[in-house]
């Protein structure tokens, strides 16, 4: 399992390891260690390296590595602008005997620079002197460009730009990823991304934001059994569907209408009157015709009974925002007793005529909106969430008790209390339709009958892959919705594997 922390998580991981008697010292030569490792095996010696140091625990790492890739008869010089040092940095510092240059010469040409200025401590814009020397290192396009645990200018928690940042074409994470190195303008500074283990312990990993990863994903789909029937595979109701917006039903039942995921039954619940429009379109999907008043479902008590005995009930894809679509999410927090997702049209419903009863629901509740649903939802602005993206997504899960997957470049997937990040996909999927088709796949998933939150985050991650293989395919432009239902079972065979 791999975790993404806050800038206050790592420090706490920081101050822990080190109450275990582990000096600070101690630490910082083993992540100098562990990243002159990783620049061993990919630079040879016969490159010039300068590493560019900050006068606090990112530049004591910077002045480690170039004491150790000294030691092993690389060319490397450190350029250290500081007029003051952290005790720790200026201990590494004396250390270091190779040539340490005070400014930026004209005539500087090194085949490598590695960005050691500042670590997860950055919180404002830097002072113009660290800027300039940020603006620097960009403009050095003829080098190989490494920075050290995240780049410097991005804000660790946030991922959002302070002032300028460096742009790497390798950064290296120190023991955990940041949040910073995903979110918002953060993932966009670096070609690559690994992380380096410097074995820091932790009190209590219960708060940390976990990477699902596709081995811890596989005990969802066991081998099925020869003695078996539909009825042991769970049954899935997806409720959508309207006269002006009648694609995002089919391609939320797509992800399931060959029942790619494993269920049993895959259910499709329309406006009666749409029906011609959907006869035959999913040949594997069964359907259910709910009243509505000229192709807009309406409410009709009698006709929602009859479908709580379903395993998963998915609400919103295309529905149309209606007081009457309301009302029937409002029915089933209050009578249904398994999986509720709500998504789209269901999510705009709440936020128009109020999010506040989702404070007393029966069912288990799950919401999926994208970074404006969500404004709506919360009464926020966009820039307003992005500035404490995991803040706010963690209140808002915890208030309603609710599972939300929080769908952007990235996904966070949180109960208030566990929180998941799933980091893989693609810009193909910055696309209409790959929210519905990720509902349709999340519906799949759910009927696992395993924990909530983690069925999510494997169905985000499914959905992230899918896109994957699907790019590895086709042009990333050219890559529809539709298309990244044909590589599910695809990415179930790795999964399996």
Same mark, same amino acid.
């Given at each position: 399992?791999?975790?993404?922390?806050?800038?206050?998580?790592?420090?706490?991981?920081?101050?822990?390891?080190?109450?275990? $008697?582990?000096?600070?010292?101690?630490?910082?030569?083993?992540?100098?260690?562990?990243?002159?490792?990783?620049?061993?095996?990919?630079?040879?010696?016969?490159?010039?390296?300068?590493?560019?140091?900050?006068?606090?625990?990112?530049?004591?790492?910077?002045?480690?590595?170039?004491?150790?890739?000294?030691?092993?008869?690389?060319?490397?010089?450190?350029? %250290?602008?500081?007029?003051?040092?952290?005790? %720790?940095?200026?201990?590494?510092?004396?250390?270091?005997?190779?040539?340490?240059?005070?400014?930026?010469?004209?005539?500087?040409?090194?085949?490598?620079?590695?960005?050691?200025?500042?670590?997860?401590? !950055?919180?404002?814009?830097?002072?113009?002197?660290? !800027?300039?020397?940020?603006?620097?290192?960009?403009?050095?396009?003829?080098?190989?460009?490494?920075?050290?645990?995240?780049?410097?200018?991005?804000?660790?928690?946030?991922?959002?730009?302070?002032?300028?940042?460096?742009?790497?074409?390798?950064?290296?994470?120190?023991? %955990?990823?940041?949040?910073?190195?995903?979110?918002?303008?953060?993932?966009?500074?670096?070609?690559?991304?690994?992380?380096?283990?410097?074995?820091?312990?932790?009190?209590?990993?219960?708060?940390?934001?976990?990477?699902?990863?596709?081995?811890?994903?596989?005990?969802?789909?066991?081998?099925?059994?020869?003695?078996?029937?539909?009825?042991?595979?769970?049954?899935?109701?997806?409720?959508?569907?309207?006269?002006?917006?009648?694609?995002?039903?089919?391609?939320?039942?797509?992800?399931?209408?060959?029942?790619?995921?494993?269920?049993?039954?895959?259910?499709?619940?329309?406006?009666?009157?749409?029906?011609?429009?959907?006869?035959?379109?999913?040949?594997?999907?069964?359907?259910?015709?709910?009243?509505?008043?000229?192709?807009?479902?309406?409410?009709?008590?009698?006709?929602?009974?009859?479908?709580?005995?379903?395993?998963?009930?998915?609400?919103?894809?295309?529905?149309?925002?209606?007081?009457?679509?309301?009302?029937?999410?409002?029915? !089933?927090?209050?009578?249904?007793?398994?999986?509720?997702?709500?998504?789209?049209?269901?999510?705009?419903?709440?936020?128009?005529?109020?999010?506040?009863?989702?404070?007393?629901?029966?069912?288990?509740?799950?919401?999926?909106?994208?970074?404006?649903?969500?404004?709506?939802?919360?009464?926020?602005?966009?820039?307003?969430?992005?500035?404490?993206?995991?803040?706010?997504?963690?209140?808002?899960?915890?208030?309603?008790?609710?599972?939300?997957?929080?769908?952007?470049?990235?996904?966070?997937?949180?109960?208030?209390?566990?929180?998941?990040?799933?980091?893989?996909?693609?810009?193909? !999927?910055?696309?209409?339709?790959?929210?519905?088709?990720?509902?349709?796949?999340?519906?799949?998933? /759910?009927?696992?009958?395993?924990?909530?939150?983690?069925?999510?985050?494997? $169905?985000?991650?499914?959905?992230?892959?899918?896109?994957?293989?699907?790019?590895?395919?086709?042009?990333?432009?050219?890559?529809?919705?539709? %298309?990244?239902?044909?590589?599910?079972?695809?990415? /179930?065979?790795?999964?399996?594997?």
């Amino acid at each position: 399992m791999e975790y993404v922390l806050t800038s206050k998580q790592a420090k706490d991981s920081d101050n822990y390891t080190i109450s275990l $008697g582990t000096l600070s010292l101690a630490l910082m030569e083993r992540a100098g260690k562990e990243v002159a490792k990783i620049i061993q095996k990919r630079i040879s010696k016969n490159k010039s390296i300068l590493i560019v140091v900050g006068k606090g625990g990112n530049g004591g790492d910077g002045y480690v590595i170039g004491r150790l890739l000294l030691e092993n008869g690389y060319n490397v010089s450190i350029l %250290d602008i500081n007029c003051s040092h952290s005790n %720790d940095c200026l201990t590494n510092k004396n250390k270091f005997k190779g040539k340490i240059y005070n400014k930026i010469s004209s005539d500087f040409e090194f085949d490598v620079i590695v960005d050691a200025i500042f670590g997860y401590g !950055l919180k404002s814009i830097p002072k113009d002197e660290y !800027l300039n020397l940020i603006d620097w290192i960009n403009t050095q396009t003829q080098s190989f460009i490494i920075s050290i645990d995240i780049n410097s200018g991005i804000d660790s928690n946030t991922g959002k730009v302070l002032g300028t940042a460096v742009f790497s074409d390798l950064t290296i994470a120190i023991n %955990d990823y940041k949040f910073g190195h995903f979110l918002n303008e953060g993932i966009d500074f670096y070609n690559e991304l690994i992380k380096v283990n410097i074995e820091l312990k932790n009190e209590n990993y219960l708060g940390f934001a976990k990477i699902l990863e596709k081995r811890e994903i596989k005990n969802l789909f066991p081998k099925r059994k020869k003695h078996t029937n539909k009825g042991d595979y769970g049954k899935v109701m997806l409720i959508g569907g309207s006269k002006n917006l009648n694609g995002a039903i089919l391609l939320s039942a797509n992800a399931l209408s060959p029942l790619l995921l494993g269920c049993g039954y895959s259910c499709i619940g329309i406006p009666r009157s749409l029906h011609p429009l959907y006869a035959l379109k999913n040949l594997e999907n069964i359907y259910y015709f709910f009243d509505d008043n000229d192709g807009n479902i309406v409410f009709n008590e009698e006709q929602i009974k009859k479908i709580l005995h379903y395993d998963v009930i998915s609400i919103g894809m295309g529905i149309g925002v209606s007081e009457e679509v309301y009302k029937i999410i409002f029915y !089933l927090l209050k009578n249904y007793s398994n999986k509720l997702l709500i998504d789209a049209d269901g999510l705009n419903s709440l936020a128009k005529y109020g999010v506040n009863i989702l404070n007393n629901h029966k069912c288990e509740v799950i919401l999926t909106p994208h970074l404006k649903e969500f404004s709506r939802l919360i009464n926020l602005s966009i820039d307003e969430i992005n500035e404490k993206y995991v803040d706010f997504a963690t209140f808002f899960a915890k208030k309603y008790n609710i599972n939300l997957v929080l769908k952007s470049n990235v996904t966070l997937i949180t109960n208030g209390n566990e929180t998941y990040l799933n980091v893989n996909g693609t810009p193909a !999927l910055a696309k209409g339709g790959s929210g519905d088709v990720l509902s349709g796949i999340i519906s799949g998933v /759910l009927t696992k009958e395993n924990d909530t939150l983690f069925e999510c985050a494997a $169905g985000c991650y499914i959905l992230g892959r899918c896109s994957e293989l699907a790019c590895e395919k086709l042009n990333e432009n050219s890559i529809l919705a539709s %298309d990244l239902t044909k590589f599910i079972s695809d990415t /179930l065979n790795e999964i399996e594997k």
